[in-house]
């Protein structure tokens, strides 16, 4: 092992607080990986939980893995080296178990990088019982985890805090991978992708899915019904995190509003919301391991909600940072609570009342005028609004309607700096617009030039975007099938998404670009969420119905 990449290790370990170091003796061995960089990861509330929730178990030890940055990546291939824990310095491919913890699909080519680097074939079919047991978990694992499914011998299908437990408990003892996989048929919510056959037509549609071995048609999704029962919560605080020195704590998860076009109201579960008293015990219980002088990042989609957040942020002696507000007249007592912070978020997602129908945003263009203005006069420096381009029905007048909405915005007060952030649509499975195709990239590109024109003049106004061309790759491996892994194959190699589908022979446009039918079966169909596809068609109808 090369002294660089210890140096290096060893420099990010020396600067933590809260990492756990076990003797491995006679416990199962298990390597927690976030397949990016150590700052990513690390900012990630869900993987840091499930690093906690696995070490309290007197027979795991649970070490973590990440993408090495690109510097260290060139070294791990000039030296020979595997990629290995930064606890004990273990190479992956010596544990029993490699679990992936995954949040994003974009992230799904460097899982192909880190087991190309640890040696670790590819493909389920493709290695022994001497191989690690690869599991993968995290929210991209509920929607749709058919494109990553042919890497991975188990997949945990919605929430593991109870689910992993519940394996972990079956797979003590077990003498091979292929019984461990049979008897992990019995756990809701756990899928083995392997005892699963696809049959395609010539255009590539599935015609029909085939369970083996006596597996269930359906998965279902797993969903803790008690939040404060949850064991998630903050293990290491570091600065080497987009939340530097911060202890994050989940106030709600699942969203009420359900916006057509977001993954989170139609999949994440049922909205549950943390009650005060847990919120006041894992702050005290924070304290005592990290001191008085705590940094708080309460967790949620739709913070605004909260029953609680005036009582939380109302807590003397800490500082507290939130993600964003909902604009909405619930916000004004919320701000005033967050003075002295330097920025705030919002979300209009689009600039004119008839967008807000299509995508069922339930504000008003007031909500969002009287809740930007009462943040930029309250002394906030930074106001950072997000909107989407390409959604369904969207015209030229909407995009308009996003620039004079910025416009407005501005007029409401001469203090502060305001920040667009844009992005691409990209149709997510268990959503209404699942069915819907997303705008081709040259629209795109001259939307976001008419925006970015439109606001040039516009004192204290800038304007951001993500890389369209990225927009797509995300959108090929959020609706693809088994076939697109050989595209994340190839990209362990080649960082060029479209080279990599011309060498898979993938058509990115048959998964992205085409209108699809009720009737088609897609690749996701086979989990079992608690919204049917019948009432996301119909809502897909009715917001297809106000472009008239």
Not at 197 to 217: H, L, M, Q, V, W
Not at 293 to 302: A, T, V
Not at 474 to 488: C, E, P, T, Y
Request: glycine share 6%; aromatic share 10%.
């Amino acid at each position: 092992m090369r002294k660089r990449l210890l140096e290096n290790t060893n420099a990010l370990l020396s600067k933590e607080k809260g990492a756990i170091f076990k003797d491995k003796g006679g416990k199962i061995k298990i390597c927690l990986v976030y397949p990016n960089t150590y700052y990513v990861g690390m900012s990630n509330l869900g993987f840091q939980g499930i690093y906690g929730l696995l070490n309290k178990r007197e027979d795991v030890v649970c070490e973590r893995a990440f993408l090495p940055d690109e510097p260290d990546i060139e070294e791990h291939i000039r030296t020979k080296t595997p990629v290995f824990s930064l606890e004990s310095k273990t190479f992956l491919n010596r544990f029993d178990i490699i679990a992936f913890s995954i949040s994003f699909e974009n992230d799904y080519p460097n899982i192909a990088k880190i087991l190309k680097l640890s040696k670790i074939p590819f493909y389920t079919y493709q290695r022994t019982d001497f191989d690690p047991l690869l599991m993968a978990g995290g929210v991209c694992c509920f929607f749709n985890p058919e494109p990553i499914s042919q890497f991975f011998d188990l997949i945990f299908i919605g929430e593991a805090e109870e689910s992993l437990n519940e394996f972990l408990d079956l797979y003590k003892g077990k003498k091979n991978k292929d019984t461990t996989k049979k008897e992990a048929l019995q756990i809701d919510g756990v899928y083995v992708p392997e005892f699963y056959d696809i049959d395609y037509d010539r255009e590539g549609k599935i015609i029909e899915r085939i369970a083996k071995n006596r597996s269930p048609e359906k998965i279902k999704i797993r969903y803790l019904k008690d939040l404060a029962l949850s064991p998630v919560t903050t293990s290491i605080i570091t600065p080497e995190t987009r939340f530097p020195d911060m202890y994050l704590i989940e106030a709600m998860r699942g969203c009420p509003w359900k916006c057509r076009f977001c993954l989170v109201g139609h999949i994440c579960g049922p909205l549950r919301k943390k009650d005060l008293s847990s919120i006041e015990k894992e702050i005290e219980t924070a304290k005592g391991i990290h001191g008085d002088k705590l940094k708080i990042g309460l967790i949620g989609p739709s913070l605004t909600d909260y029953p609680h957040i005036k009582d939380v942020l109302g807590i003397e002696g800490l500082d507290f940072s939130i993600t964003s507000l909902r604009a909405s007249p619930k916000s004004a007592e919320v701000v005033e609570l967050l003075k002295k912070h330097r920025s705030i978020s919002i979300a209009p997602e689009v600039g004119t009342e008839r967008m807000r129908r299509v995508i069922n945003k339930k504000i008003t263009e007031r909500d969002i005028i009287e809740t930007s203005g009462l943040i930029l006069n309250s002394g906030l420096h930074n106001l950072r609004l997000y909107f989407i381009v390409g959604l369904p029905t969207e015209t030229e007048d909407d995009i308009a309607g996003i620039v004079e909405l910025a416009r407005k915005i501005r007029r409401t007060s001469n203090k502060g700096n305001i920040t667009l952030s844009l992005s691409t649509f990209v149709p997510k499975p268990f959503t209404p617009f699942q069915w819907h195709p997303m705008d081709n990239l040259d629209s795109i590109k001259g939307k976001l030039k008419i925006i970015k024109r439109g606001l040039m003049q516009e004192k204290s106004v800038k304007v951001l975007h993500d890389v369209p061309k990225y927009a797509y790759m995300q959108g090929l491996f959020s609706l693809g099938n088994r076939r697109v892994s050989g595209v994340i194959e190839t990209m362990s190699e080649n960082n060029n998404y479209i080279e990599a589908c011309s060498k898979a022979g993938i058509d990115i446009n048959f998964y992205t670009s085409r209108h699809k039918d009720f009737d088609e079966i897609m690749p996701w169909d086979f989990i079992e969420a608690k919204i049917s596809k019948e009432r996301l068609w119909n809502e897909y109808q009715d917001a297809l119905k106000e472009q008239i």
